[in-house]
Antibody, heavy 127, light 108 residues
Framework: QVQLVQSGAEVKKPGASVKVSCKAS????????ISWVRQAPGQGLEWMGW????????NYAQKLQGRVTMTTDTSTSTAYMELRSLRSDDTAVYYC????????????????????WGQGTMVTVSS | EIVMTQSPATLSVSPGERATLSCRAS??????LAWYQQKPGQAPRLLIY???TRATGIPARFSGSGSGTEFTLTISSLQSEDFAVYYC??????????FGQGTKLEIK
């Protein structure tokens, strides 16, 4: 079945980096994009960025620019999200999600909704 | 940045009744609007995309409507498993996405 399986929970100290993985199965990896979304304890969903699994193009949320890097390994159908210079307010559950593409009225391919989600990875930043 | 505002923050409804959740965009997002359901300890689940199309496996009691800046998610007859937090999301500004802050649907 179609699924995204993420790596396990992480505990990091302030200033460190974390790299979360997201392994896809059950579909053609390069035919979809991957977005990353995080959720701080008791808070709502925050979109972090998107990567094309086809060509590696990325787009990041402005507030994370310079601290986040998203990559993919098509040989293993795995996406990665690395966040650097961790702070306490980066403590959150991090989700990967599959982005379904569609064609708009002008015939351009665009990203749409997030139809499959990983189970989430808890990242705790604490001294 | 397109800001998505959901109302109310919390909605109390009795099982079997209808629930209506609202989402407003700070500028037009056409029909590029999705709704997600999230239960405690679980990942979000896609309910509606394109403002009104149900995702695979979503029961017919869930319906979405609206376009431009005003959107509604309606649950026609609430079941016990429907009590959760609901988020709207715009993707008109792709590849930049934004979520609303969520509406918690609780049992009255």
């Amino acid at each position: 079945q179609v699924q995204l399986v993420q790596s396990g929970a992480e505990v990091k100290k302030p200033g460190a980096s974390v790299k979360v993985s997201c392994k896809a199965s059950g579909y053609t990896f390069t035919s979809y994009g991957i977005s990353w979304v995080r959720q701080a304890p008791g808070q709502g969903l925050e979109w972090m960025g998107w990567i094309s699994a086809y060509n590696g193009n990325t787009n990041y949320a402005q507030k994370l620019q310079g601290r986040v890097t998203m990559t993919t390994d098509t040989s293993t159908s795995t996406a990665y999200m690395e966040l650097r210079s961790l702070r306490s307010d980066d403590t959150a559950v991090y989700y990967c999600a599959r982005v379904e593409y569609y064609y708009d009225s002008s015939g351009s391919m665009r990203g749409g909704a997030f139809d499959i989600w990983g189970q989430g990875t808890m990242v705790t930043v604490s001294s | 940045e397109i800001v998505m505002t959901q109302s109310p923050a919390t909605l109390s409804v009795s099982p079997g009744e209808r629930a209506t959740l609202s989402c407003r965009a700070s500028q037009s997002v056409s029909s590029n609007l999705a709704w997600y359901q999230q239960k405690p300890g679980q990942a979000p689940r896609l309910l509606i995309y394109g403002a009104s199309t149900r995702a695979t496996g979503i029961p017919a009691r869930f319906s979405g409507s609206g376009s431009g800046t005003e959107f509604t998610l309606t649950i026609s007859s609430l079941q016990s498993e429907d009590f959760a937090v609901y988020y709207c999301q715009q993707y008109n500004n792709w590849p930049l996405y934004t979520f609303g802050q969520g509406t918690k649907l609780e049992i009255k």
